[in-house]
């Protein structure tokens, strides 16, 4: 969730830092700062609350220099957001830099204390640089057997980067759980949490693997695995993009990113669909096999993604006529699930670094489920590299905390994925020609479905003093109400939730009243009448209704009920078109509000903590 940076250069790497810091904006954070390593070997460090531009700022107010430094965006897990819990956290001639959670920080912290050590922070973090340090003043070694040491002290998910003052042209590097990568440059290196940071300086990059520890100098770069043996990793050269530098004209970059989704749909496809069939044979030649096997699909995800396959199961099911459970990667981790019979484990995730997702991934290869396949959108991520077999939703990077086009893009593998188990499934050839023809054109479609923003911008008004609202779906809109929901809390910060229309009588109608929204997704499909009962239910009590519906879905606007005309879809492609104006909407509240957009509150792009 948080942000890493190192340098470790021949040059001065104040600019690379707070330029990779920056680059990782996206991830969310609450504060930020950065220690270089000066000429005469001191430790220079400077932190800020708020937006690494204030960072910046400070240091063109207070220059400092060096060839050797470390860089940090910080999301609070321990201690309020304020200058001295932020990073790096130093003990005399250590400084440290660590995303994740230290769970045992706390007797550490004792232990430390009755040593004499004095923590200036609530972090976990500030217990590592104190353990390290004592380790080399004690025991006389090297910063390299002291984070060696120090780690099998440690137990939590991290990412941490050290560096010592005596010794300013190393870097230790450790990883466990939180995602890091070093950057190979000429007479220079780099590290980070995301190679996007490095991209300005390296298109080459080390990915460290679980338990790895690495020992970085300007020209060399070792690393021990978690057995504490060398081990070479290979430098891949990286064909990534960074495109966040401009918002293309658009206001913010969630906006600029529901403009992109019919061409990062195109891109999805692109490949994919050959003579009226779906074609996945990037999966590998082995992977038909592995897909005549399976009887059953086990769908693990987190928030967004989580959402996605809620809709999957609604398709693999009616669609395949394959049986699908889909469950919160963080409570799949801890249960104890039972596996089924040939069952193929699937996990879904923007970044590929959610740390309950791995979990519940390395969970599944313990199980010995058929295999596992991730859908990702970062080729380099972890998901990615540990999972059997992959399919990129290519979505292009986004930088907007709340999720648009990489949950469309989700939408389009998993339908992709399940044409192709249905044929193998004896799925009719129609409903496959069906699906594919939806997908052709489903670009086209959101494109026309982007003319209603005017509209939705008008709407959108209603819901400035509004503290609550309630979205409405069934079959498989009703998880898409799940994500709209999701949308309109993470960037207005209004309490919203979603049923399935068919549970309103089970409870929610106590919710109703006027000064309560309630946002209906009704497409054009066989639940229409049944949606429109459970909609003259919210009337009878006097609820006001947001109606998102196709021009020939029969509904007429009045006081009470506001129509959202929508033009024509297929209906295989349905969940994910009505995604997009829901995703319109919580856009213009949360602008009406004056929130936070692309960074809402509390939240973190890249959730790499439990």
């Known amino acids: 969730m948080c942000g890493i940076v190192g340098a470790i250069a021949k040059r001065d790497v104040a600019e690379i830092l707070l330029e990779g810091l920056k680059r990782l904006e996206?991830?969310?954070?609450?504060?930020?700062?950065?220690?270089i390593i000066s000429p005469q070997g001191e430790l220079q460090r400077i932190r800020r609350v708020g937006k690494v531009q204030a960072l910046k700022d400070a240091v063109e107010q207070h220059p400092i220099k060096g060839t050797t430094g470390i860089a940090h965006t910080r999301w609070a897990t321990h201690g309020e957001p304020v200058e001295h819990n932020a990073h790096p956290h130093v003990s005399s001639f250590i400084a440290v830099v660590h995303n994740g959670i230290i769970e045992n920080f706390e007797p550490l912290r004792e232990k430390l204390i009755s040593k004499g050590y004095q923590f200036r922070s609530e972090t976990d973090t500030e217990v590592i640089a104190h353990l390290i340090h004592n380790i080399i003043t004690t025991e006389d070694c090297s910063l390299f057997d002291a984070v060696q040491k120090a780690i099998p002290q440690l137990r939590g998910a991290y990412g941490t980067v050290i560096m010592d003052t005596r010794n300013p042209d190393i870097l230790i590097a450790a990883r466990s759980g939180s995602p890091l990568v070093i950057g190979c440059g000429i007479g220079e290196h780099f590290i980070a949490s995301d190679q996007l940071a490095l991209l300005p300086v390296t298109r080459r990059f080390i990915y460290l693997e679980e338990g790895d520890i690495a020992h970085i100098t300007h020209r060399t770069v070792t690393i021990l695995d978690k057995n504490h043996q060398e081990v070479t990793r290979p430098c891949i050269e990286s064909d990534a993009q960074y495109d966040a530098g401009s918002k293309a004209g658009y206001s913010h970059y969630m906006q600029k990113e529901i403009y992109e989704q019919p061409n990062a749909i195109k891109n999805t496809l692109e490949g994919r669909m050959m003579h009226g069939k779906v074609d996945l044979s990037?999966?590998?030649?082995?992977?038909?096999?592995i897909l005549k096997q399976v009887e059953h699909v086990q769908i693990v995800a987190c928030g967004t993604a989580y959402n996605a396959g809620m809709v999957a199961r609604y398709w693999f099911e009616a669609l395949a006529g394959i049986p699908c459970d889909?469950?919160?990667?963080?409570?799949?981790?801890?249960?104890?699930?039972a596996r089924r019979k040939n069952s193929l484990f699937i996990t879904l995730s923007q970044s590929g670094e959610t740390a309950d997702t791995l979990a519940a991934l390395r969970l599944a290869k313990e199980n010995n489920y058929l295999n596992t396949l991730a859908i990702c959108n970062v080729a380099a991520s972890t998901l990615v590299r540990e999972a059997d077999l992959v399919l990129l939703t290519?979505?292009?990077?986004e930088i907007g905390v709340a999720s648009t086009k990489a949950f469309t893009t989700q939408l389009t593998v998993l339908l992709l994925l399940v044409a192709k188990l249905g044929r193998i499934n004896n799925m009719a050839e129609s409903t496959e020609q069906a699906i594919v023809h939806a997908l052709q054109i489903l670009p086209n479609r959101i494109e026309q479905v982007l003319m209603a923003e005017p509209q939705i911008k008008k709407f959108a008004r209603h819901f400035v003093n509004k503290h609550h609202a309630l979205f409405l779906g069934r079959g498989d809109e009703y998880p898409i109400a799940m994500e709209a929901s999701l949308k309109l809390k993470e960037i207005s910060y209004i309490h919203a939730e979603a049923y399935a229309a068919g549970e309103l009588k089970h409870g929610p109608l106590a919710l109703i009243d006027a000064d309560m929204p309630v946002i209906v997704m009704a497409p054009t499909n066989e639940m229409l009448e049944k949606l429109k009962s459970n909609i003259e239910e919210v009337r009878a009590r006097g609820g006001q209704l947001y109606v998102f519906a196709q021009e020939d879905a029969g509904f007429v606007s009045d006081d009470t009920m506001h129509i959202i005309n929508l033009p024509h879809i297929e209906e295989p492609t349905a969940p994910i078109y009505y995604t997009v104006p829901t995703q319109l909407l919580a856009y213009h509240v949360a602008l009406i509000k004056g929130t936070d957009v692309d960074q809402p509150r509390n939240l973190a792009k890249s959730v790499t903590v439990e």
């Open 394 to 397: 290519k979505a292009g990077v």
């Open 326 to 337: 889909v469950e919160i990667a963080s409570e799949f981790r801890y249960r104890n699930p």
């Open 282 to 289: 990037e999966l590998g030649e082995q992977a038909e096999a």
């Open 26 to 35: 996206y991830r969310g954070y609450d504060s930020a700062g950065l220690s």
